[in-house]
């Protein structure tokens, strides 16, 4: 065990310096409960995205973690329509706890 320092930046910041054209990007998040904070950072470009693929939980698995509802919500308020929803980890007792979801921009394609 240790630590270690990484240097955090938004989404909106990376497709800028290396110039992605999201239109033509799937967003990828596995991020373990930082699913909210990240696509906060990316709010300018988030609609642009052709897709986002997230794994969700349906309860709150880590401290201050953003729930299945309360991320597709925030996805719709930003131009993502849901398309596909896969079962994801289940507990021991068979309970589901994530979804793997897909999303897709909601803006006229080209």
């Known amino acids: 065990a240790g630590t270690e320092i990484v240097q955090i930046r938004t989404v909106d910041e990376y497709v800028n310096e290396f110039e992605l054209n999201p239109r033509t990007t799937c967003l990828k998040l596995d991020v373990q409960g930082y699913e909210s904070r990240?696509?906060?950072?990316?709010?300018?470009?988030?609609?642009?995205?052709?897709?986002?693929?997230?794994?969700?939980?349906?309860?709150?698995?880590?401290?201050?973690?953003?729930?299945?509802l309360e991320v597709l919500e925030y996805l719709h308020a930003n131009g993502q329509e849901l398309i596909d929803i896969r079962r994801g980890v289940k507990s021991t007792d068979g309970k589901?706890?994530?979804?793997?979801?897909?999303t897709r921009s909601n803006l006229p394609r080209d």
Do not use: M, W
């Not at 589901?96 to 897909?102: A, R, V, W, Y």
């Open 38 to 68: 990240v696509l906060s950072g990316c709010k300018d470009k988030l609609q642009l995205f052709a897709f986002c693929f997230l794994e969700v939980s349906l309860i709150p698995l880590y401290d201050g973690e953003s729930t299945f």
């Open 96 to 102: 589901l706890l994530q979804l793997d979801i897909l």
